[in-house]
């Protein structure tokens, strides 16, 4: 691609998406952030570039990628990747704090508003807005959400994630799991699909299987902040302190 000196935005997304495929996520960035900061920044391009440095855990460099791009160029692609940042955003304060900041719900409530009145048949919508009503706790709303996300998208992984969550914040644990089984055919994110697993016992009242399925995210990803605290809180339950202690 690099040799046709194609300077399409295809020839561009092509060129990059094969970058990544050859473990070169870094220069892959690169490419496209130079693309952006240029005077020929697309709503693709500002996409692809956003998505990319949150996946590889860069939020900061999301934050600024979608600062470059104008508000007449906010595409459904553009308002999806706003979103999965103030999701990480969400997270991460979460994590610190155990609060997640009333702006941040509204932020990503108005994008999923703005993307349904975009197109009501594009999934990302739907599920954006899912997310803010289960951030919100108004958990009847962020399933009729949800719903309406997979009959549109039924086999989509992001969508089968957020109904799990919707269903355990419902107390649905054993449809929750059955979401789950499906995430797991799919090869959705096993960490992801490991953690609400253990989430989905641990609120069950199932201690033990609770305690295996965030030990095994933590073997996957050691920097897992919510498995590791949801483990010590399992050790706290049984008195084990000084396993608690030691996460």
Not at 17 to 35: D, I, P
Not at 79 to 100: E, F, P, T, Y
Not at 105 to 112: A, H, K, Q, R
Request: proline share 2%.
């Amino acid at each position: 691609v690099r040799r046709s000196n194609v300077d399409s935005d295809d020839s561009i997304l092509l060129e990059v998406s094969a970058m990544v495929s050859m473990g070169e996520a870094e220069s892959a960035l690169k490419r496209l952030t130079n693309r952006v900061y240029s005077d020929r920044c697309t709503p693709a391009i500002c996409e692809a570039s956003a998505k990319l440095a949150i996946a590889m855990g860069l939020p900061e460099v999301a934050w600024q990628v979608l600062d470059e791009c104008v508000e007449d160029a906010q595409t459904i692609g553009v308002l999806d990747a706003r979103a999965l940042a103030l999701v990480h955003k969400a997270d991460a304060q979460r994590n610190k704090s155990g609060l997640i900041l009333p702006g941040i719900v509204s932020d990503l409530e108005e994008c999923g508003r703005k993307m349904v009145e975009m197109d009501r048949e594009d999934h990302r919508g739907w599920l954006a807005a899912s997310i803010a009503q289960r951030m919100n706790s108004n958990l009847e709303d962020a399933e009729t959400c949800i719903v309406r996300a997979r009959r549109i998208a039924e086999r989509e992984p992001r969508v089968l994630i957020e109904e799990a969550r919707v269903r355990i914040d419902r107390m649905e644990f054993g449809e929750a799991r059955s979401v789950l089984m499906e995430c797991d055919k799919l090869r959705a994110d096993k960490v992801e699909i490991g953690f609400l697993n253990g989430l989905s016992y641990a609120r069950e009242g199932r201690i033990e299987d609770a305690e295996r399925r965030f030990a095994s995210v933590l073997e996957l990803d050691p920097s897992h902040v919510s498995a590791r605290l949801n483990l010590a809180s399992v050790y706290l339950y049984r008195n084990q302190y000084s396993e608690a202690a030691n996460h």
